[in-house]
């Protein structure tokens, strides 16, 4: 069997087993949004929408409607990224988790950087879709001549103050950029060319509008974490306060009180750090989503500044450096907020814990004392009853011995007709102690029964 004719056998195969639903769409991940092959010179412009997460289908729709209005291939349903030629300029489109990227390549027409225009196509497909523009990057890829791109020249693109360059991939390209908004409206950034192979070329150009992007997305936390640190902050001292208050000893005798008045100041204050606790859940919940989103975007940023593999231009801050300095301070505060969220949640759970238990303590001294009252009335009680049980078999053999001894005094008569000699008197003394025991014994096992029929 040779070879061909083997695979054919395999793959019939495995068309007739139970795949995993998912194993196509795994493998394809990993070959989702791949570099561009790239040629010198070239002008790139990337629009990074912020859309959310639940625009997802509304977004597919506007991009069908654009690929049938300009005769271009319709995507598959549920694609994240689609590439497609209008002319000779690429367009890219690009969903990921809560943004939309849509990118431009267009051929550089002119040796100048940034004197490309944008495609008014995209910007009137961009004008129907949904979101906000949070990324607009133009990046002029070309070709290094050292007579043209000397620093002089290229500081004259930028705002000097904060022009920031390094060498990329062994020394194999050169980068500009100060990370501002230019009157255009977009971050510049100029890369020039030595010796880059078009697939490495894109490679390098796509890490450096990932930084672009990734950058905006990780500093959207910082407003929140500003904010939430203010909040925080009087949170904090709101539970110190609380805290003061539990710390008071449990035993209010000392100052006057009783064990109502702590069950009741206790009450009051397990409301107020319930109230406490559900303001931090609540903060917590406004801004976790966005504090670890920030956290995942700066991971991706020092990857992404990994890879470029950054070589020092004398006189200049690399793009690491610069990031390094004015970034990691604003992704410090978000994760020392998220630290104080998390400490703040925990110290007031844990005040909770200890207020409810103080709480049950008390409830169950209370409790103690009043089964102990309850005890000694039941005892009373049954002292009570015993006595007034007592009374009541007197009365009731009284009743019954003169019962006995009217009967005798009627019946004296009959008696003497028929000869006998009946005393009433000794009748009636005689039956005290029988009728008195008989008496006894019945209440006696009528209360055993009583007894006997009552759960314990």
Same mark, same amino acid.
């Not at 103080?358 to 102990?372: I, K, P, V």
């Not at 019954?400 to 004296?412: E, F, M, N, Q």
């Given at each position: 069997?040779?070879?061909?004719?083997?695979?054919?056998?395999?793959?019939?195969?495995?068309?007739?087993?139970?795949?995993?639903?998912? =194993?196509?769409?795994?493998?394809?991940?990993?070959?989702?949004?791949?570099?561009?092959?790239?040629?010198?010179?070239?002008?790139?412009?990337?629009?990074?929408?912020?859309?959310?997460?639940?625009?997802?289908?509304?977004?597919?729709?506007?991009?069908? $409607?654009?690929?049938?209005?300009?005769?271009?291939?319709?995507?598959?349903?549920?694609?994240?990224?689609?590439?497609?030629?209008?002319?000779?300029?690429?367009?890219?489109?690009?969903?990921?988790?809560?943004?939309?990227?849509?990118?431009?390549?267009?051929?550089?027409?002119?040796?100048?950087?940034?004197?490309?225009?944008?495609?008014?196509?995209?910007?009137?497909?961009?004008?129907?879709?949904e979101g906000q523009i949070l990324v607009a990057t133009q990046l002029s890829i070309r070709e290094y001549n050292a007579e043209a791109h000397t620093e002089e020249n290229v500081v004259k693109l930028f705002n000097?103050?904060?022009?920031?360059?390094?060498?990329?991939?062994?020394?194999?390209?050169?980068?500009?950029?100060?990370?501002?908004?230019?009157?255009?409206?977009?971050?510049?950034?100029?890369?020039?060319?030595?010796?880059?192979?078009?697939?490495?070329?894109?490679?390098?150009?796509?890490?450096?509008?990932?930084?672009?992007?990734?950058? $905006?997305?990780?500093?959207? +936390?910082?407003?929140?974490?500003?904010?939430?640190?203010?909040?925080?902050?009087?949170?904090?001292?709101?539970?110190?306060?609380?805290?003061?208050?539990?710390?008071?000893?449990?035993?209010?005798?000392?100052?006057?009180?009783?064990?109502?008045?702590?069950?009741?100041?206790?009450?009051?204050?397990?409301?107020?750090?319930?109230?406490?606790?559900?303001?931090?859940?609540?903060?917590?919940?406004?801004?976790?989503?966005?504090?670890?989103?920030?956290? +995942?975007?700066?991971?991706?940023?020092?990857?992404?500044?990994?890879?470029?593999?950054?070589?020092?231009?004398?006189?200049?801050?690399?793009?690491?450096?610069?990031?390094?300095?004015?970034?990691?301070?604003?992704?410090?505060?978000?994760?020392?907020?998220?630290?104080?969220?998390?400490?703040?949640?925990? =110290?007031?759970?844990?005040?909770?814990?200890?207020?409810?238990?103080?709480?049950?303590?008390?409830?169950?001294?209370?409790?103690?004392?009043?089964?102990?009252?309850?005890?000694?009335?039941?005892? +009373?009680?049954?002292?009570?009853?015993?006595t007034v049980e007592g009374l009541s078999i007197a009365a009731i053999t009284y009743y019954i011995i003169s019962l006995i001894g009217y009967l005798t005094k009627s019946t004296d008569g009959l008696a003497s007709?028929?000869?006998?000699?009946?005393?009433?008197?000794?009748?009636?003394?005689?039956?005290?102690?029988?009728?008195?025991?008989?008496?006894?014994?019945?209440?006696?096992?009528?209360?055993?029964?009583?007894?006997?029929?009552?759960?314990?």
């Amino acid at each position: 069997m040779n070879e061909q004719n083997f695979s054919t056998k395999v793959a019939d195969w495995l068309s007739e087993q139970q795949c995993h639903p998912l =194993r196509y769409d795994l493998t394809e991940e990993l070959h989702a949004r791949p570099f561009e092959s790239l040629q010198t010179p070239a002008d790139i412009f990337l629009f990074a929408k912020f859309t959310g997460e639940e625009s997802r289908d509304n977004e597919f729709s506007h991009l069908q $409607n654009f690929c049938q209005q300009h005769q271009l291939a319709t995507p598959k349903v549920g694609v994240r990224h689609h590439r497609m030629y209008v002319g000779d300029d690429l367009i890219r489109w690009e969903r990921h988790g809560e943004f939309t990227t849509f990118s431009l390549i267009t051929s550089a027409n002119s040796e100048q950087p940034f004197d490309a225009e944008v495609s008014s196509i995209l910007l009137d497909w961009m004008s129907n879709t949904e979101g906000q523009i949070l990324v607009a990057t133009q990046l002029s890829i070309r070709e290094y001549n050292a007579e043209a791109h000397t620093e002089e020249n290229v500081v004259k693109l930028f705002n000097r103050a904060s022009l920031v360059s390094s060498k990329l991939a062994s020394e194999e390209a050169k980068v500009w950029t100060d990370l501002r908004i230019h009157e255009s409206g977009f971050n510049r950034i100029l890369l020039l060319n030595d010796k880059l192979r078009n697939r490495k070329l894109g490679r390098v150009a796509q890490r450096l509008m990932n930084i672009s992007t990734y950058r $905006n997305l990780a500093l959207l +936390a910082l407003p929140i974490a500003q904010k939430a640190s203010h909040e925080l902050a009087d949170l904090d001292r709101q539970l110190s306060i609380l805290l003061d208050e539990l710390s008071i000893p449990s035993d209010y005798t000392d100052i006057g009180g009783d064990r109502a008045s702590r069950i009741e100041l206790d009450s009051k204050m397990l409301r107020s750090l319930t109230a406490l606790s559900m303001q931090i859940q609540s903060l917590s919940t406004q801004s976790r989503y966005r504090l670890s989103a920030a956290d +995942a975007y700066y991971a991706l940023i020092n990857s992404r500044l990994t890879e470029l593999n950054e070589t020092r231009v004398i006189g200049f801050q690399t793009i690491g450096e610069f990031l390094q300095r004015r970034l990691s301070p604003a992704m410090r505060t978000c994760t020392s907020v998220q630290g104080r969220l998390e400490d703040l949640s925990n =110290r007031t759970s844990r005040a909770v814990d200890l207020l409810r238990t103080r709480l049950d303590l008390t409830l169950e001294h209370q409790n103690h004392s009043l089964l102990e009252s309850m005890n000694k009335r039941v005892l +009373a009680q049954m002292r009570l009853q015993q006595t007034v049980e007592g009374l009541s078999i007197a009365a009731i053999t009284y009743y019954i011995i003169s019962l006995i001894g009217y009967l005798t005094k009627s019946t004296d008569g009959l008696a003497s007709q028929l000869g006998l000699s009946i005393s009433p008197e000794v009748i009636t003394g005689l039956s005290v102690l029988p009728v008195g025991f008989l008496v006894w014994y019945s209440v006696r096992r009528i209360k055993r029964k009583i007894l006997e029929k009552t759960p314990n």
